[in-house]
DNA sequence: CTGAAAGCGCTAACAG
DNA sequence: CTGTTAGCGCTTTCAG
């Protein structure tokens, strides 16, 4: 292997002035620079991403943890972090903690270890106290982790406003919603009660049905869809989020309900899944990317020190579908 | 910060001895170990990652380079493949190419810099020699990528050939396949390939439709499936990727012929989304958690610089479903 | 503008 | 069983 004492020899220079050509700081004459170069590209060198982390006691590595990566919704954001910080100039090392016993706390160690800048969190945390006493930043996507950790997220209330004003529109009588496990608290859960706060103040009479804790498979889906019209033969209005709806979709129609005729659906986060099949649901639909950008932007702005302004929080969208 | 050596000096040892205690390493007596702990404790130390990893010349951390995360396929590859290194101890790095000018160059660069131990790559690669003279370990998955740079698929000979015979055997005469772009030639196109020569063998008509280069969208399956029904009005079959043949049970419908009585629709990959919505796919299914396991079994020997005798390649299975 | 030298924090021989 | 010492490869003052 060849290091940066290499090239300096063979350039005939100190190894700090490869390092100045190498980062482009500090002036160097041009002939210089091409004697290093010439000497970098002969040998060719490459440096050591490592060697350079530990001196700079920064490694250009974020963290971002998630419950899954095959969820539509995450691997969807997923990918946009990924691309958000590429342009960045980070890395990503990713975490999926569904099906880990407890990766967390591992994965949190491994910030503390310095070989990341800092961490993105959109996964449940029953791990209270883990977040304390970090010294790398951390921010949280959607998710409560304690009181000093700043939370990025889509503005449910506005998603449950709209949600609400699309029931109305369609003259629902009796809306049902499909929650998530009340063992966690989050910030989606506004929109939900947004939503049936708005409908109830107007007359519409509103259930809801929890999912299952940690229960992505899509067979629980189903059979909460299964559930909810058993329970509510009545229901002509249902919101969830994109799977939940997805699944309610196809019991509706085993069950000869006709939608939206006789049962609208709405689907909250408006995933590829909403587009596809011979039904594309009708759904409020969250900014995945541009919630993914700002996330990366507070990240870095805590890493730099810096302030910035933008506010946390981004509205979501109506988008038209063939539910509602 | 606190280092090694003010762990050492609080518990009147060598920094070696801390060294030997934490990885628990060499012999340590009782006593002296107890002492390290308590200074470890006391002082809440939490050692370097980079440091030890610039000791050691490894990071335990492995760069994946996907088209997508999005994608439903690569989404559950990409969870699967996270949770297999993570059994085993390494750390994933992710990077996705799609959508970002030439970021695979510059990731496969972040190799060289040893930042990572060694690459999966999923993606499609144009660049040729780009995965030459690596000193570390690449694995491909489902792509070639040089003579020298090992592949894990799926058997999509065995696959084709199951795509066949469920045609075969619900009498199908004209089956149309829609294939990825030319552009790029990958293990995958054997299942293409061996289905039609066994349809073809049968007498039944095979044509296929090329879907463009590296353009994901889901309006880009769709626009296909038109073409393919207006091209192909008498088609009784179609076999392509879980998307592609999504969309086109769309259209059909939306033309009006009936699944699968009139066309008979058959997807490869077997993702989630073939078990979404009012009609789920019947699929040739990869076992994606198998495969991932096998990739990073196959990586981790090599960088261990073992021998593993398992083959590179698993058979696929079939899914029932509502479309054949 | 360039070089010498002192880190960054940990590991691993090798003595003792 | 434990301490000394010499790296791992790069960055960054600080003289000159």
């Known amino acids: 292997m060849v290091r940066i004492k290499d090239v300096a020899r063979e350039a005939g220079v100190a190894p700090s002035t490869v390092s100045l050509v190498m980062n482009k700081k500090g002036y160097v004459s041009e002939e210089t620079r091409r004697k290093v170069e010439a000497a970098m590209k002969k040998l060719h060198y490459v440096p050591s991403g490592v060697a350079r982390s530990l001196s700079l006691n920064r490694t250009n590595t ?113 809306v049902v919603e499909i929650v998530g496990s009340s063992i966690m608290k989050t910030p989606a859960d506004d929109y939900h009660r947004v939503a049936a706060e708005i409908l109830t103040s107007q007359g519409v009479k509103v259930d809801r049905i929890e999912r299952p804790w940690n229960e992505p498979s899509y067979a629980s889906f189903m059979q909460i869809a299964r559930q909810l019209f058993a329970d509510y033969p009545d229901a002509d209005g249902i919101l969830g989020a994109d799977l939940s709806v997805s699944a309610c979709l196809y019991v509706a129609q085993e069950r000869g309900l006709r939608v939206p005729e006789d049962v609208k659906l709405l689907a909250y986060d408006g995933t590829l899944i909403t587009q596809m099949g011979t039904q594309p649901l009708t759904a409020i639909r969250q900014p995945i990317k541009e919630l993914a950008e700002l996330t990366v932007c507070k990240l870095l702005a805590m890493i730099k020190g810096e302030q910035d302004s933008q506010p946390w929080m981004i509205a979501p969208t109506f988008q038209p579908g063939a539910t509602c």
Do not use: W
């Open 62 to 174: 974020i963290g971002v943890i998630m419950p899954s990566a095959a969820h539509p919704f995450f691997g969807e954001l997923i990918g946009e972090l990924e691309t958000a910080l590429y342009n960045a100039g980070y890395k990503m090392v990713l975490c999926c903690t569904h099906a880990k016993d407890n990766a967390e706390p591992h994965f949190v160690e491994m910030l503390k270890r310095r070989n990341m800048d800092g961490i993105i969190m959109g996964a449940h945390s029953l791990d209270e106290g883990l977040y304390d006493n970090l010294e790398r930043p951390v921010v949280a996507f959607d998710r409560y982790l304690n009181d000093c950790i700043p939370i990025v997220h889509c503005d449910h209330c506005q998603g449950g406003k709209l949600a609400a004003e699309t029931f109305l529109r369609h003259s629902c009588r009796h």
